[in-house]
């Protein structure tokens, strides 16, 4: 076999412009592929991220009672807690009132993990140690106020009205926010301390389904945790859509690629023709014919397969870190909240699949090539030449 | 021994179907020369062709050594060629990817022979040792006819088949190819079967056929 390796080998090597032209064109559809596939889950984590990153957070735990504190909650694979008091109540300007949840935060912490503050178009938003209230759109609207006027907010019927100046305006775009949504820091009002929700997020790449586990095994089974795909169903399907739609298109694409790289393989076999019709004279067995074609086909691909992996890679690794700006493109998209920029990102899966599949489709390419040159007789092929 | 039986063989073309043989028995004892003579399309290539199991005969047979080749399978018929055969064509063709010394060494490995040291001899004797590590492409006609040779040889077949080996050379190149095809030959103890026009070659044959048409007609 070492014999048939190295004749294959010196082919390949001295059919130079052959075997480059070859080269290129699997080492390009790997390549490409493998950024393709990457964009594709980049744009998945884009949206997710986006998604998580205004509010919600990855994992979302609600009416925990006061006895459980933050530092809990943090476990291997968390970045942050955040805590948050939801109040119901109105607010009252004037002479018009607007029910809200107004939402007890820590500004400098969300300011950290999340990007609502990124969202006000009007004024700036709550900072620490002000009694301010961080409106939305809508509600600023109806109230016809302005940031810098003060408003009043009542949790009940039969409670103090606390008032509070009017830091900023904010719009999302999405809906179950805009529509209600109010922010105070914690001492602004004289929320009660218990139950409270958190808004859990994780380090990259960690699976949310792992951490609520290992909550229910630190015996915080009494909370309602959910995850970022439970409170937001449509994301969920959007990603699996998403995933299903790009895998389409990636078959698709290869489909057409490796018709033309199995196509050239057959040219490339069929080229050498004369070659193979002289070692048949010399009495090389139809197995020693196939391993020596097949050894070039093989070899060919893994060595186009490799240079394709590590330009396909190193394209993914430099737009993993600069980003693709689609901003333009996504302004007006509620998953692309925060940012329209993707992150290519590469898992098992991107790298693999298309190098695995250049050699699954180039070595059935090569079956024909092979059994034409088996079954045509010596003297045929150099009659024929 | 080399004996055919009533041999015959047929294409079909674009001009309908061409018998290239028919009926043809020939015998050549081991070790001797025979040469097969006539026109163009009378059928020599295709003879040497069959002789040498490049092509299977529609009738008849073919018995190289006490083996009737064409009842082996494709495999054993494979292992058969290489280690008793040896094929000079018109045109060389030397394998273009690989050097003179891989040329020469390829029925060697497929042998399991020794093969720097042969293949030094072999390039001494037929006086081209020093391109060894040559291309083919850097060849002339004339070099590349005696390399191929030199490969039909190398691992001491039984027997030679050569097809017109020097229709594309000049008087003297061609004689310098003769003198060592004949000389090696029966040093090595190898019989040679020779398709061919050139009367110094039949002068040296200890046999000769006519072919015409595909039938023998002379001997």
């Not at chain 1, 509010?55 to 530092?71: A, E, L, V």
């Not at chain 1, 010399?282 to 197995?287: D, L, Q, S, V, Y």
């Not at chain 2, 040559?134 to 006609?141: Q, R, V």
């Amino acid at each position: 076999m070492y014999f048939w390796i190295k004749t294959a080998s010196l082919f390949l090597v001295r059919s130079r412009s052959s075997t480059i032209v070859l080269t290129l064109m699997v080492l390009s559809a790997v390549s490409t592929l493998i950024f393709l596939s990457s964009l594709a889950i980049g744009i998945n984590d884009a949206m997710i991220r986006n998604s998580v990153g205004l509010f919600s957070g990855h994992i979302s735990g609600f009416n925990i009672p006061d006895d459980i504190t933050k530092k809990q909650l943090f476990t291997e694979g968390v970045s942050g807690v955040l805590k948050r008091i939801p109040t119901s109540g109105f607010l009252h300007y004037r002479d018009q009132l607007e029910m809200t949840t107004l939402i007890a935060v820590a500004p400098a912490e969300e300011k950290k993990f999340t990007a609502i503050w990124k969202k006000a178009f009007k004024g700036r938003y709550l900072e620490p140690g002000k009694k301010e209230i961080f409106l939305s759109q809508p509600i600023a609207e109806r109230l016809n106020i302005e940031p810098g006027d003060n408003i009043g907010f009542r949790s009940g019927t039969d409670s103090a009205s606390v008032e509070l100046t009017v830091a900023g305006i904010y719009k999302t775009g999405i809906d179950q926010f805009d529509r209600g949504v109010s922010f105070c820091i914690m001492s602004a009002i004289p929320v009660k301390s218990s139950p409270w929700n958190a808004a859990i997020f994780l380090d990259n790449g960690v699976d949310k389904e792992w951490i609520v586990g290992k909550y229910r095994n630190a015996k915080l089974n009494n909370i309602s945790f959910k995850t970022w795909s439970d409170l937001m169903p449509d994301l969920q399907q959007l990603i699996d859509l998403n995933y299903i739609s790009m895998s389409i298109v990636i078959v698709l694409v290869f489909i057409v690629v490796s018709s033309g790289i199995a196509g050239a393989f057959s040219i490339f076999i069929l080229k050498n023709i004369r070659e193979y019709g002289i070692m048949k004279a010399m009495g090389i067995t139809p197995m020693e014919t196939a391993s020596l074609i097949f050894s070039e086909v093989i070899l060919i691909n893994l060595v186009a397969s490799t240079l394709g992996i590590i330009i396909g890679a190193a394209a993914v690794f430099i737009f993993e870190n600069i980003g693709i700006n689609l901003s333009a493109y996504t302004s007006h998209n509620q998953y692309f909240i925060v940012s329209g920029i993707i992150f290519p990102r590469l898992t098992v899966f991107s790298l693999c699949l298309p190098p695995a599949s250049a050699l699954l489709f180039s070595i059935p390419a090569a079956i024909w090539p092979t059994a034409l040159v088996i079954k045509r007789s010596a003297a045929d092929i150099l009659r024929s030449i | 021994m080399i004996h055919t039986h009533n041999i015959s063989k047929s294409y079909r073309s674009g001009r309908g179907t061409v018998q290239a043989l028919s009926d043809v028995s020939i015998s050549i004892p081991g070790g001797a020369t025979l040469a097969l003579v006539g026109k163009s399309g009378s059928g020599k290539t295709t003879l040497l062709n069959c002789i040498g199991g490049l092509e299977r005969p529609d009738n008849g047979s073919v018995n190289c050594f006490g083996v009737d080749i064409h009842t082996l399978s494709r495999r054993e018929l494979s292992y058969f060629q290489r280690r008793n055969m040896g094929f000079v064509f018109q045109f060389g063709n030397l394998l273009s990817y690989l050097t003179v010394f891989e040329n020469i060494s390829f029925p060697l490995v497929l042998n399991n022979m020794e093969k720097e040291k042969r293949v030094a001899e072999l390039l001494e004797k037929i006086g081209l040792p020093e391109v060894i590590s040559a291309m083919p492409y850097e060849l002339s006609g004339g070099e590349t006819q005696r390399i191929a040779f030199a490969r039909a040889i190398a691992h001491s077949p039984k027997m030679l088949l050569a097809d017109e080996p020097t229709a594309n050379l000049d008087t003297e190149t061609g004689e310098k190819l003769v003198k060592y095809m004949f000389g090696m030959c029966k040093e090595e103890g190898c019989a040679i079967i020779i398709s061919t026009h050139d009367q110094s070659l039949i002068k040296l044959a200890d046999r000769t056929y006519t072919l015409l048409d595909g039938k023998v007609i002379g001997e």
